[in-house]
């Protein structure tokens, strides 16, 4: 019995995380400025020499909007792919 509760508590918990990521997710995608924006300060990083899918650029992705690193790694790679492929 406990072996099931384990597990129910699990799959809430991974639903409630995958909402949580596709919500966030879309707010991006809905507001073009704000991936703009964050194009731009990868960008800038870049030009320093620090990779956008570095530790440094995911704390402070994580840091400005209040998210986990893993996260802040999610939207760096889902902003990336969609607005500012050049960005590495």
């Not at 639903?15 to 924006?37: C, D, G, I, M, Y």
């Amino acid at each position: 019995m406990r072996f099931l509760y384990s597990i129910a508590v699990l799959a809430i918990a991974s639903v409630s995380t995958a909402f949580a990521q596709s919500t966030l997710l879309e707010s991006v995608k809905n507001n073009p400025n704000e991936a703009q924006a964050l194009c731009k300060q990868f960008r800038t990083l870049n030009s320093k020499g620090i990779s956008a899918s570095s530790p440094e650029a995911i704390k402070q992705i994580s840091n400005q909007k209040n998210l986990t690193s893993t996260d802040a790694e999610i939207l760096s790679i889902y902003v990336i792919g969609l607005n500012c492929p050049d960005v590495n």
